[in-house]
Nanobody
Framework: VQLQASGGGLVQAGGSLRLSCAASGMPFTRHMMGWFRQAPGKEREFVAAISSGGAWTHYADFVKGRFTISRDNAKNAGYLQMNSLKPEDTAVYYC??????????????????WGQGTQVTVSS
Protein backbone atom coordinates (compact mmCIF):
# COMPACT_ATOMS: atom_id res chain seq x y z
CA VAL A 1 0.00 0.00 0.00
CA GLN A 2 1.48 3.31 -1.03
CA LEU A 3 0.43 6.92 -1.33
CA GLN A 4 2.82 9.22 -3.14
CA ALA A 5 2.30 12.95 -2.79
CA SER A 6 3.98 15.34 -5.20
CA GLY A 7 3.71 18.81 -6.67
CA GLY A 8 4.97 20.92 -3.82
CA GLY A 9 7.45 23.70 -4.28
CA LEU A 10 8.28 27.34 -3.72
CA VAL A 11 5.78 29.92 -4.93
CA GLN A 12 5.15 33.60 -4.33
CA ALA A 13 2.13 34.80 -2.42
CA GLY A 14 -0.89 34.88 -4.69
CA GLY A 15 0.43 32.04 -6.80
CA SER A 16 -0.87 28.54 -7.40
CA LEU A 17 0.26 24.96 -7.02
CA ARG A 18 -1.40 21.66 -7.79
CA LEU A 19 -0.61 18.75 -5.51
CA SER A 20 -1.07 15.18 -6.67
CA CYS A 21 -1.50 11.96 -4.72
CA ALA A 22 -0.93 8.63 -6.47
CA ALA A 23 -2.32 5.53 -4.79
CA SER A 24 -1.30 1.92 -5.28
CA GLY A 25 -1.91 -1.38 -3.56
CA MET A 26 -5.33 -0.42 -2.18
CA PRO A 27 -8.97 -0.22 -3.30
CA PHE A 28 -8.65 3.53 -3.85
CA THR A 29 -12.13 3.85 -5.30
CA ARG A 30 -13.65 2.74 -1.97
CA HIS A 31 -11.73 5.23 0.13
CA MET A 32 -12.25 8.82 1.12
CA MET A 33 -9.18 10.93 0.36
CA GLY A 34 -8.02 13.80 2.50
CA TRP A 35 -5.28 16.39 2.56
CA PHE A 36 -3.69 17.54 5.79
CA ARG A 37 -0.81 19.89 6.45
CA GLN A 38 1.71 20.50 9.16
CA ALA A 39 3.72 23.66 9.61
CA PRO A 40 6.91 23.76 11.73
CA GLY A 41 6.06 23.76 15.40
CA LYS A 42 2.35 23.24 14.78
CA GLU A 43 -0.05 20.34 14.91
CA ARG A 44 -1.14 18.56 11.76
CA GLU A 45 -4.39 20.10 10.53
CA PHE A 46 -7.15 19.11 8.15
CA VAL A 47 -7.27 20.86 4.79
CA ALA A 48 -9.80 19.10 2.56
CA ALA A 49 -11.47 15.76 1.88
CA ILE A 50 -13.43 14.11 -0.91
CA SER A 51 -15.65 11.05 -0.78
CA SER A 52 -14.79 7.81 -2.51
CA GLY A 53 -16.89 8.63 -5.57
CA GLY A 54 -16.50 12.38 -5.43
CA ALA A 55 -20.10 13.04 -4.39
CA TRP A 56 -19.09 15.37 -1.59
CA THR A 57 -16.16 17.50 -0.60
CA HIS A 58 -15.32 19.16 2.69
CA TYR A 59 -12.92 22.01 3.36
CA ALA A 60 -11.32 23.71 6.30
CA ASP A 61 -12.61 27.26 6.62
CA PHE A 62 -9.20 28.78 5.95
CA VAL A 63 -9.01 27.29 2.43
CA LYS A 64 -12.59 27.68 1.26
CA GLY A 65 -12.74 29.48 -2.06
CA ARG A 66 -8.98 29.06 -2.64
CA PHE A 67 -8.35 25.31 -2.70
CA THR A 68 -10.17 22.61 -4.67
CA ILE A 69 -9.91 18.89 -4.01
CA SER A 70 -10.62 16.39 -6.77
CA ARG A 71 -9.90 12.82 -7.73
CA ASP A 72 -9.65 10.60 -10.79
CA ASN A 73 -10.50 7.06 -9.75
CA ALA A 74 -9.58 5.71 -13.16
CA LYS A 75 -6.01 6.84 -12.46
CA ASN A 76 -6.04 6.04 -8.72
CA ALA A 77 -5.10 9.65 -8.12
CA GLY A 78 -6.23 12.66 -6.15
CA TYR A 79 -5.42 16.33 -6.43
CA LEU A 80 -5.40 19.55 -4.47
CA GLN A 81 -5.48 22.71 -6.55
CA MET A 82 -4.25 25.60 -4.43
CA ASN A 83 -4.84 29.14 -5.62
CA SER A 84 -4.26 32.53 -4.00
CA LEU A 85 -1.61 31.04 -1.79
CA LYS A 86 -0.57 32.88 1.35
CA PRO A 87 2.63 32.66 3.40
CA GLU A 88 0.61 31.01 6.17
CA ASP A 89 -0.11 28.11 3.78
CA THR A 90 3.54 27.11 4.09
CA ALA A 91 3.64 23.54 5.41
CA VAL A 92 4.27 19.93 4.53
CA TYR A 93 1.12 18.63 2.85
CA TYR A 94 0.06 15.02 3.28
CA CYS A 95 -2.53 12.98 1.43
CA UNK A 96 -4.34 10.20 3.22
CA UNK A 97 -7.12 7.69 2.61
CA UNK A 98 -9.69 6.13 4.89
CA UNK A 99 -13.29 4.89 5.17
CA UNK A 100 -15.57 7.17 3.19
CA UNK A 101 -17.70 8.87 5.81
CA UNK A 102 -18.20 12.61 5.90
CA UNK A 103 -18.29 12.65 9.68
CA UNK A 104 -14.71 11.41 9.73
CA UNK A 105 -13.36 13.82 7.13
CA UNK A 106 -11.50 16.12 9.53
CA UNK A 107 -10.25 13.39 11.86
CA UNK A 108 -6.68 12.36 11.12
CA UNK A 109 -7.02 9.21 13.22
CA UNK A 110 -9.77 7.93 10.89
CA UNK A 111 -7.38 7.74 7.95
CA UNK A 112 -5.62 4.43 7.44
CA UNK A 113 -2.93 5.27 4.92
CA TRP A 114 -0.69 8.31 4.59
CA GLY A 115 1.67 9.63 1.96
CA GLN A 116 5.14 10.89 2.76
CA GLY A 117 4.31 14.58 2.41
CA THR A 118 5.31 17.29 0.00
CA GLN A 119 6.70 20.67 1.04
CA VAL A 120 4.83 23.82 0.03
CA THR A 121 6.59 27.11 0.69
CA VAL A 122 4.89 30.44 -0.01
CA SER A 123 7.08 33.50 0.02
CA SER A 124 5.76 36.98 0.79
Amino acid sequence: VQLQASGGGLVQAGGSLRLSCAASGMPFTRHMMGWFRQAPGKEREFVAAISSGGAWTHYADFVKGRFTISRDNAKNAGYLQMNSLKPEDTAVYYCATGPSYRGYAQLANKYDYWGQGTQVTVSS
